[in-house]
């Protein structure tokens, strides 16, 4: 079983930054199985994938709005994986949650592929 929980979001100015954190409890296997991925949901939107990363680490994609402005990395050892977000804009706003899987190929960002969800953290920009 895997339980993961977000935390780091907040209000912020537009340009800001943010630095999430999902920190994994696990009882069987350890977090360098899974690989993990930041989604987000603004209201009446679909959940969209912001950036995945594969259990090495070694694989990271981003979503075509958050190239160049967000990143991905992980630290096993901790049980962390963190989403650092620069020159955040209004339409960054949303709850975001990290998710796991054991079996995604190539780490993709797809919702539906990803079994084990955090419950979320809201990120306001706005001035």
């Known amino acids: 079983q895997l339980q993961l929980v977000e935390s780091g979001g907040g209000l912020v100015q537009p340009g800001g930054s943010l630095t999430l954190s999902c920190v994994a409890s696990t009882s069987v296997l350890t977090l360098d199985y899974y690989n993990i991925g930041w989604f987000r949901q603004a209201p009446g939107k679909e959940r969209e994938g912001v950036s995945c990363i594969s259990n090495s680490g070694r694989i990271t994609n981003y979503g075509d709005s958050v190239k160049g402005r967000f990143t991905i990395s992980r630290d096993n050892a901790k049980n962390t994986v963190y989403l650092q977000m620069n020159s955040l804009k209004p339409e960054d706003t949303g709850v975001y949650f990290c998710?796991?899987?054991?079996?995604?190929?190539?780490?993709?960002?797809?919702?539906?592929?990803?079994?084990?969800w955090g419950q979320g953290t809201q990120v306001t920009v706005s001035s």
């Open positions: 998710a796991a899987d054991r079996w995604v190929v190539q780490a993709m960002c797809i919702a539906s592929e990803y079994d084990y």
